[in-house]
């Protein structure tokens, strides 16, 4: 575990799906804190056409009160630009996301320079965390699970990230992503990640414990009997 001096008081929780019953189903838990989206995301629900996703992330802000981040298709400089900036003049708490590409990286200083916050996505190493950090991002995004997938320990990652902005005290923070299961949201809690983006799954897995459930049927029983 890392000794960091945490600078914010909680760990913030995001979900990670553009599934607009989950996403009303965290909230209604009290302790959503944001939402990620990506295109493959998007897909998984049918939202397609420029229109319709730009409803959707509206749609998305109204229900959270939070950061939502909102991938740019593009991968060359101006193509980012243009997206994010009507991503961002869709609502206030449009966070643009962008891949860490060697224009991604230009997009997000340019982003940084103008006020527009950012989350440089598809992160597997610290050098690329540097990076964006020292471009003004917002967020990062070091994806767990896919390095699990790969027999590299995605905790590693995180724990290399938050000791190198800690050195320096970058402000960019740790979203935790693909994030696949509630062990995954502990394990980043311990290193210090600032934000676990989720699936509802592994979000509602923090509730469980068998000992709560049989601890409480005795309590129901002992009540009941002492009527
Ligand atoms: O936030 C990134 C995430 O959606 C990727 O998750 O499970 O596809 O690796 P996964």
């Not at 991938?71 to 997206?83: H, K, Q, Y």
């Not at 390095?147 to 995180?158: E, P, V, W």
């Not at 299961?181 to 068998?210: F, K, Q, W």
């Amino acid at each position: 575990m890392n000794t960091f001096v945490q600078n914010q008081t909680s760990m913030k929780f995001f979900i990670d799906t553009a599934n607009l019953d989950q996403i009303k189903e965290a909230q209604d838990l009290g302790v959503l804190d944001g939402v990620t989206t990506n295109p493959s995301l998007m897909a998984k629900e049918g939202i397609h056409g420029d229109a319709r996703v730009k409803q959707h992330y509206i749609d998305i802000c109204n229900i959270v009160d939070g950061d939502v981040s909102a991938e740019v298709i593009s991968t060359d400089f101006a193509g980012m630009v243009r997206e994010g900036e009507a991503l961002a003049a869709l609502h206030p708490q449009i966070v643009v996301k962008v891949p860490m590409i060697k224009d991604g990286i230009k997009a997000i200083k340019y982003f940084s320079d103008k006020g527009i916050r950012t989350n440089c996505t598809l992160i597997f190493s610290a050098g690329q965390a540097l990076i964006a950090a020292k471009a003004g991002a917002t967020y990062v995004s070091p994806f767990l699970g896919r390095l699990d997938d790969n027999s590299t320990d995605g905790m590693d990652l995180i724990a290399q990230i938050r000791l190198i902005y800690d050195n320096y005290m970058f402000d960019t923070q740790i979203l935790a992503a693909s994030i696949r299961h509630t062990m995954h949201i502990v394990r980043c809690a311990e290193e210090g990640a600032d934000v676990a983006t989720c699936p509802l799954s592994a979000i509602l897995g923090l509730l469980n414990h068998p000992l709560t459930d049989i601890g409480l049927a005795k309590f129901l029983a002992d009540f009941e009997a002492n009527k």
